[in-house]
């Protein structure tokens, strides 16, 4: 086979196919969709619109959830009781504003029932159907219709007012939107409500496990990782503490990262050398984060980078 006939082929496999491809050590990572941030630029008229939820990333293999990065989430038995023998795609959810808890739990691998009692499934996406998001939306209503796990909690495709994002939700909400002046309207009722975010599903595209504008999320803010280079002293109250990071983005770019932190973190900073996640509010003229401010240390577990 030529090298183009060989890249021709491995194009189309990526466009319009899950690849679950094999890492060693009998994992394989599943290929999912990937979202960009929402800059203005999409034809909203395309979109559907969900409330982002703030939890772990887990794909449905059939028999067992997987994380983004091939590790097998350790659940109770009766959590997947039911789930169907197609692939989802969707994400460990405790509610709004926990999750760190999510991420702590799972670290524990405690597979006690009462530690998974609130926790839930909320499915997005059907990554293996064929046809446009439009379609697989109505595949996964009809797939999940009668189903009677309380953890599994069904995508619907629900024209309702803005209000209906407000409650926590029983199900995951797709709605349209006519413009950007909606979507705003929405965005913020969702954040006053304590949520992260919106996330926008193009009607006709179908499943592409790789980046694209396919699906986009929208946020107040933007974030970004870097890595710790240096602790900086405090000064003042903080005095003997850590005053800020000294943080290097991908690009080699570096930069203090000095709000966001409780006493407790400023009195054992996540280490030199670890990933952090920290948000901003675009960027200045030379390219750096403007008003940066700490969210989370990144985990190394089973996958908790969206």
Do not use: C
């Amino acid at each position: 086979m030529s090298r183009a006939i060989f890249l021709f082929v491995l194009a189309t496999v990526l466009a319009f196919g899950v690849v679950v491809a094999s890492v060693g050590h009998g994992r394989t990572v599943p290929a999912l969709t990937q979202a960009r941030v929402y800059q203005g630029e999409a034809d909203l008229s395309r979109y559907w619109v969900s409330e982002k939820f703030d939890g772990v990333r887990a794909y449905w293999d059939g028999e067992d959830l997987i994380s983004r990065h091939g590790n097998r989430f350790d659940v109770p038995a009766a959590f997947t009781r039911g789930f169907p023998e197609q692939p989802l795609d969707g994400e460990l959810w405790m509610g709004r504003g926990t999750f760190s808890r999510m991420v702590g739990l799972i670290n524990r691998h405690d597979t006690g029932p009462e530690h998974w009692r609130d926790v839930y499934y909320m499915v997005f996406d059907l990554p293996r159907a064929a046809g446009p998001f439009d379609e697989r939306l109505q595949t996964l209503r009809r797939l999940l219709k009668d189903h009677d796990n309380p953890h599994l909690r069904l995508v619907r495709q629900l024209k309702v007012p803005d209000r209906a994002l407000l409650s926590p939700p029983r199900l995951v909400r797709q709605l349209k939107v006519p413009d950007r002046a909606a979507l705003d309207r929405r965005l913020e009722k969702v954040i006053e409500a304590g949520g992260e975010g919106l996330m926008l599903h193009r009607g006709d595209a179908p499943y592409r496990s790789y980046r694209s504008a396919d699906l986009l999320k929208v946020k107040p803010y933007q974030d970004a990782e870097a890595r710790v280079v240096a602790h900086l002293p405090g000064e003042g109250r903080l005095e003997g503490k850590m005053g800020a990071l000294l943080v290097e983005t991908a690009s080699g770019q570096h930069f203090r990262l000095g709000s966001g932190f409780n006493d407790a973190q400023r009195a054992e900073p996540p280490p030199i050398g670890s990933l952090v996640t920290y948000k901003f509010y675009g960027r200045t003229r030379h390219g750096l984060p403007r008003f940066p401010s700490f969210l989370r240390v990144r985990r190394q577990g089973p996958g908790f980078i969206r």
